[in-house]
């Protein structure tokens, strides 16, 4: 009778421990869901930042529109990733963790460059399309004077060293070569010697003059949006990182926690188990003897 009070007493400890890891075991992996999503944003982060670089690359090279639409997308959509990890309860547990301020700082800021790169390409297509057809006035009159051979010669030289400062203007210059910019100068000089002070020449070598500096400010001001742009993206990426890095170590740790109470479980059943059978075996040995 004694023995079987113990074995009692032993199962309803098992039963009672058992409810409380088993309950722990369930808290942990409900939590599980909340970690792989904070990966998945990570991941989603990820891949809208190179999206938008690409989306940048096929504006600027090919002048497709709807990458500008495309690239507005993708900023909205961060901002509701952040703005839902930001009101969830993972943000108030780990807050020191998660640098919402900065991040939507960097959201902000990336958008307002992406606005100014495509306003200073805009200008730079207009002023190329302005070159474009003051050109033809130049040339226009070029043809309207006697002997306009070394006058088309200049302005064709004019052209070559405008386009090969826009092609190369960020790439160094090779040495003891002067810059396209000097060249250009020199072709500029060698058409108003050959027009002889002609006002017509003068006039539109002024305004051709104005264009080219305007057009090189805007590329100047798109170039370094671009590397602002460049800028705030790592520290997008870098927020794609916090939240994979953190996701990640709270997983870690889960997956031990689970382990380690999966053993505790199985240990405490196994060792009560052994009592349990001993005591059972005794009392059919002693209830032979007695018959």
């Given at each position: 009778m004694k023995n079987i009070t113990v074995v009692k007493t032993a199962f309803s400890v098992c039963i009672l421990l058992s409810l409380l890891i088993g309950t722990l075991l369930l808290l942990n992996v409900k939590a599980i869901p909340k970690y792989t999503r904070l990966i998945d944003s990570g991941k989603e982060i990820m891949e809208s930042v190179l999206e938008m670089q690409i989306e940048e690359k096929d504006y600027l090279l090919y002048h497709k529109e709807d990458a500008l639409d495309n690239v507005k997308d993708k900023i909205d959509n961060l901002r509701k990733i952040l703005s839902?990890?930001?009101?969830?309860?993972?943000?108030?547990?780990?807050?020191?963790?998660?640098?919402?301020?900065?991040?939507?700082?960097?959201?902000t800021l990336y958008e307002r460059l992406f606005d100014q790169f495509v306003l200073y390409h805009k200008a730079v297509e207009k002023n190329i399309a302005e070159r474009r057809e003051l050109e033809k006035d130049i040339l226009a009159v070029i043809y309207s004077k006697m002997n306009p051979e070394r006058g088309i010669i200049a302005l064709q030289e004019i052209c070559i060293h405008e386009k090969g400062y826009l092609i190369y203007r960020n790439h160094p210059n090779p040495p003891d070569e002067r810059s396209f910019e000097d060249k250009r100068k020199?072709?500029?000089?060698?058409?108003?010697i050959w027009a002889e002070k002609d006002k017509r020449i003068e006039e539109l070598m002024d305004k051709d003059n104005r264009l080219f500096n305007e057009i090189k400010n805007n590329y100047e001001c798109q170039d370094n949006t671009l590397h602002a742009l460049k800028g705030e993206s790592v520290i997008i990426r870098n927020m794609a990182a916090t939240f994979s890095e953190k996701g990640d170590k709270r997983l870690y740790i889960i997956y031990h926690r689970c382990k380690f109470l999966s053993i505790i479980l199985l240990s405490m059943w196994f060792i009560t188990a052994i009592p349990i059978v001993a005591t059972r075996v005794v009392d059919k040995l002693g209830a032979k003897g007695k018959g």
């Open positions: 839902f990890h930001e009101k969830s309860t993972l943000a108030e547990r780990h807050g020191g963790f998660f640098e919402f301020t900065v991040w939507e700082e960097a959201i020199e072709a500029v000089l060698n058409l108003l």
